[in-house]
């Protein structure tokens, strides 16, 4: 029910139209069918929105094959797989971690430092010392695979990103449960081959990830800098505040960046958000971004409009 007032200045209690609803529902960066479905079957569950985006996440930092998040992850030019997370939930509350090493879980460890720490931020050494405290076990995150990318590398050294890199860089995961609780997190090994000690957008509050559960959320995938710098996120969900859709606040995002830098031609950024109705949208500047939705028991991967075509 929804209260509104009529010509008469009278209180007047109407009927929610249930065709407004469109949740619950999660939508993730790139084609991630199986952290969706994690995602969706922690909601069935009647888990909450955040810990569905972590069960939704987890699945991807364990995938080995995937050489973006969690073990497997691209290294830095020292061979250093480091991760990046960070989620946020319905009441504003936010957790990250930077930097960390050996832990195959960061968006959990994030989740921890948001739950159990007076901090938000925990960074590198500190951070890993932390999730060991908290269970987590040690283990080497440089596959073979990666390793032999690395190494590739070396031989020309050449730093600099790549479009669309296997697809796939960064998982950002938002969730909407039955109750139109929204949270979300977001999960990297950042660029690629980058300086030892480097931080992307990925888990920066209003940056790689903003939640407000009066208006709705965003998350961000691609060129960390770039993001960094417009603070997109959080102008995503402002702008869906001012009333523009999902859609519409994703692409403004991505013109504020195209609009500013002369060499948007050489990276990718990309949004996803949803609203408070559960609507989604996504945008990003060139093709080959994909996102997937799942809603309605149906687990589809989208193809957004982009400002570019390669």
Request: proline fraction near 3%; include cysteine; hydrophobic fraction near 40%.
């Amino acid at each position: 029910l929804i209260a509104c007032t009529d010509s008469e200045k009278k209180t007047v209690i109407v009927a929610e139209d249930p065709s407004d609803k469109k949740y619950p529902v999660v939508i993730a960066t790139w084609d991630v069918k199986e952290s969706t479905a994690a995602a969706w079957q922690s909601l069935k569950e009647g888990k909450s929105a955040l810990q569905a985006v972590i069960d939704g996440c987890a699945v991807e930092e364990a995938n080995a094959d995937g050489q973006s998040v969690g073990v497997g992850g691209l290294p830095d030019r020292d061979g250093r797989v480091t991760l990046d997370a960070c989620v946020m939930n319905e009441h504003g509350d936010y957790g990250a971690v930077l930097c960390m090493e050996n832990i195959m879980h960061p968006i959990a460890v994030a989740k921890m430092v948001m739950e159990d720490t007076p901090h938000v931020i925990l960074a590198g050494v500190g951070a890993e010392q932390f999730a060991v405290s908290q269970g987590f076990k040690r283990e080497n995150l440089l596959t073979e695979a990666s390793k032999s990318g690395w190494e590739a590398w070396k031989k020309t050294a050449e730093y600099k990103p790549i479009i669309n890199i296997e697809n796939h860089d960064t998982i950002g995961m938002l969730a909407m449960d039955k109750n139109g609780v929204i949270s979300g997190g977001c999960t990297t090994s950042g660029l690629a081959f980058k300086m030892a000690g480097r931080v992307g957008d990925s888990a920066i509050i209003g940056a790689g990830l903003f939640v407000d559960n009066e208006v709705g959320a965003c998350t961000a995938t691609g060129l960390g800098e770039e993001v960094l710098k417009t603070v997109g996120s959080y102008l995503v969900v402002e702008l869906m505040r001012q009333g523009k859709s999902p859609q519409e606040a994703c692409k403004e995002a991505v013109m504020r960046i195209v609009n500013k830098s002369k060499n948007y031609k050489d990276f990718q950024v990309a949004y996803i958000a949803m609203n408070k109705k559960g609507e989604t949208g996504a945008y990003s500047i060139h093709d080959g971004f994909v996102a997937t939705v799942y809603r309605d028991g149906k687990n589809t991967t989208e193809v957004p409009e982009s400002y570019n075509s390669l």
